[in-house]
């Protein structure tokens, strides 16, 4: 008996093109009630407590960041950053004058400004011949808890490991089925 080199088949090489890209997907696919469908939006967005205000000439931003208070400073006219400001900043337990970092954008320590509550804040801005007293009101509020990882992403691994395994031992058993011999067929 003279053996047939192996030559793959059109339908064989569908076949393992078709496995390939199934097991690759196997992850995308939705599973217990996510339907992958557009993102929620979330309930609940955490920004950094700020504040706002406008004068006739400057605008004025205030972003609590840790233990420092950062200012940012532009004109109202063309959201131009103001360079060279004296900020002073006054209110419960803090009183300072904020230092410049960059153009337009001031620092102030504030480690009193750390507990939930609403702070009242009065800010003196001088640039050049402009003086502006502005009141302001910051309100800090209770840090949320850390929501505890579900472990979620780790509890079908079997399913994604599992199923590309069981199509490629179903291909080789279909394989194996297709060059045993047929009987009653004997070629001369």
Do not use: C
Request: aromatic fraction near 4%.
């Amino acid at each position: 008996m003279i053996e047939k080199p192996f030559i793959l088949s059109l339908a064989a090489l569908k076949a393992i093109i078709t496995t390939i890209l199934l097991a690759l997907s196997m992850p995308l696919l939705a599973h217990e009630g996510h339907d992958h469908g557009a993102p929620a939006k979330p309930a609940d967005v955490n920004l950094a407590p700020r504040f706002e205000l406008r004068s006739e000439d400057l605008e004025l931003v205030g972003v609590l960041a840790g233990q420092d208070l950062i200012i940012y400073l532009d004109r109202a006219a063309d959201n131009a950053p103001v360079p060279g400001a004296q900020i002073e900043i006054e209110g419960q337990g803090i009183k300072g004058v904020a230092t410049e970092m960059a153009n337009g954008v001031y620092q102030l320590s504030a480690p009193s400004l750390t507990q939930a509550g609403k702070y009242p804040l009065t800010i003196t801005v001088q640039v050049g011949e402009i003086v502006d007293l502005l009141s302001a009101s910051l309100e800090i509020g209770e840090i949320a808890p850390a929501m505890p990882d579900d472990g979620h992403s780790d509890r079908n691994w079997w399913f994604y490991a599992g199923t590309p395994l069981l199509l490629l031992a179903g291909g080789l058993i279909v394989r194996r089925l297709r060059r045993q011999p047929q009987h009653g067929i004997h070629s001369a």
